[in-house]
């Protein structure tokens, strides 16, 4: 579960640091007062855009900590299988640093891509915002919702499908490819039988380009490599070293204690001794021969001509000299090759369409499974008389996923029929219709941290009682973490935070706080009372607050 939330320097947060809790974790504040800052930091740390706008005035950068909890030993082996390790206290710290040239997001103080973040974090926490709900007009969001419920069933065949899918492709291009006329067939065999002897007949080794390229360097340096040794000859040579060791012996005979540096100069004498022996047998030995240098520079013009052509190294023109024989002997049996490359097409198309079928059987008896708990759901969210069922069709094409299709369909109204969400559901209604598929989801679903932001979007009364009943059924196994300004959600809270904007010193600044029992009941009444809180909505807090203990009670 996400325990703890630090924010620094971000619009109008200075510093702010949230300990959240097991449950239902509520946050309620003015219009205005910055509680989409809150949701907004989260989604930062969690790989969203940062924008550097975002950085408060006067700062250099701003900074969200998040520090997840991972108790879960199945969440443990999957991180691990990722390479992300957890601290000695089962903790793992997600951070992003804001800066105006740059951000930067870490794991546990490792840097790591947005990509890789989001893959991390998909295991601990998901968050609904208004735009996920609006994602229930796109069919393509329907389809995953099932997926997502029946996933123990529909994953091993997703995958299985996946991997035949990919292979279906390839025999699929490769009998494109087989589409030549005579005339076309001939013309390229024709090129790859030059190509192969081009190949062939460069003979080329491996390791074959750096040796030359050293020995061409030389050659085409030797006149200054003689230069250089002719100089060190004549100051090694003129060294007089020997000169040096005699005086020292000399000395060394009347005090022993320069023994050490009549040692060390037999030493130096003996070294400088062997480079000049060693340089002059260099000199002695070395000449340039053009003829040799003509082969070297031929030899090494002809292997950066075939990299230019077939590869940047020689280990990748031999593959290419490879596939180059396969191509030719595939032209050169062309209808044989393509008899039996339309077999396996044929086996391949024949293997994923059982598995696609089998698939969307599995769907289909599981979407059934799932509509029936969804319209429960909406019941359950004061959808009074709702109808909703899915359809399926078949697509015309195989995919990685299926040939499948899938929409909800629904109607609010008695004797209406059942049409696509978009052309029947407000938005209220949308945000409640993912509530009740979220809480569905909650039942298979192994993210433990669900945050919810506008669940709240048009609705009230006797529905908004609904809606926290649902939220709470949700908390009894997720932390969920909810922004709302409705009093009957807040009223179910496990813990309540106060989000405030506060003008000091001139500047503008947001906080956040967590409640104590009295002041829940008198953020409360401020959610029901409006302009003027008296007596009478202090008792009707104190009361909401007490019905919504014993309805959580009752579960």
Request: aromatic fraction near 6%.
């Amino acid at each position: 579960m996400l325990l703890e939330l630090r924010v620094k320097n971000l619009a109008l947060i200075e510093k702010a640091e949230v300990e959240f809790g097991e449950g239902l974790n509520i946050l309620t504040g003015e219009t205005g007062a910055g509680k989409s800052i809150i949701i907004g930091s989260v989604n930062m740390a969690l790989g969203g855009k940062a924008s550097r706008d975002m950085i408060r005035q006067g700062a250099d950068y701003a900074y969200v900590e998040l520090i997840f909890s991972v108790d879960d030993e199945e969440k443990r082996k999957r991180l691990k299988e990722m390479e992300v390790e957890l601290l000695e206290d089962k903790t793992l710290i997600i951070s992003k640093k804001i800066m105006a040239a740059r951000s930067t997001s870490k794991v546990n103080d490792e840097t790591v891509t947005a990509g890789r973040l989001k893959e991390i974090t998909s295991l601990l926490i998901d968050i609904h915002g208004q735009h996920e709900h609006q994602s229930l007009l796109y069919k393509s969001k329907h389809l995953q919702i099932l997926d997502d419920y029946a996933k123990s069933r529909t994953a091993p065949l997703k995958e299985e499908i996946a991997g035949v899918y990919h292979e279906y492709q390839k025999l699929s291009k490769k009998l494109e490819e087989m589409s030549l006329d005579q005339e076309g067939r001939l013309r390229e065999a024709d090129f790859c039988r030059y190509e192969i002897e081009e190949l062939e007949n460069a003979d080329l080794k491996e390791g074959e380009e750096e040796e030359l390229a050293l020995r061409y360097r030389r050659l085409v340096n030797s006149q200054k490599i003689m230069e250089n040794l002719s100089e060190v000859y004549e100051v090694m040579e003129n060294a007089q070293v020997g000169q040096a060791l005699k005086a020292v012996s000399q000395a060394a005979e009347f005090d022993e204690e320069l023994g050490g540096i009549r040692d060390q100069l037999y030493d130096v004498d003996a070294i400088v001794s062997d480079v000049v022996r060693d340089v002059r047998a260099y000199m002695d030995e070395f000449s340039f021969d053009e003829e040799a240098f003509a082969r070297i520079e031929e030899r090494l013009d002809l292997i950066r001509n075939l990299q230019a052509k077939y590869g940047d190294t020689v280990a990748r023109i031999l593959e290419k000299l490879e596939e180059k024989r396969q191509r030719l002997e595939e032209l050169e049996n062309y209808d044989l090759v393509k008899q039996e490359t339309q077999r396996q097409w044929k086996e391949c198309e024949e293997r994923l369409d059982a598995l696609c079928g089998k698939l969307s059987e599995t769907r289909q008896k599981e979407g059934k499974k799932l509509v029936k708990r969804i319209s429960q759901g909406l019941k359950d969210l004061n959808f009074i008389d709702v109808q909703f069922s899915m359809e399926f069709r078949r697509l015309e094409q195989y995919g990685p996923g299926g040939y499948d299709e899938a929409e909800f369909l629904i109607s609010t109204n008695p004797g209406m029929p059942v049409r696509p969400l978009g052309m029947v559901a407000s938005g209220g209604e949308l945000s409640r219709i993912m509530l009740a598929i979220k809480a569905v989801l909650a039942d298979t679903d192994d993210i433990p941290t669900l945050i919810f932001d506008e669940i709240d979007t048009g609705i009230s009364g006797r529905t908004a009682q609904k809606v926290s009943e649902k939220l709470c059924y949700i908390a009894g196994t997720h932390q969920v973490i909810c922004i709302t300004h409705l009093p009957q959600i807040a009223a179910m809270a496990d813990v309540h935070f106060e989000i405030e904007k506060q003008a000091r010193k001139g500047a503008t600044t947001t906080s956040i706080r967590e409640l104590g029992d009295e002041e829940m009941v008198a953020e409360l009444a401020r959610l029901l009372g409006g302009a003027e809180i008296t007596e009478a909505v202090y008792d009707n807090a104190r009361e909401m607050k007490r019905l919504a203990g014993e309805r959580k009670k009752r579960g």
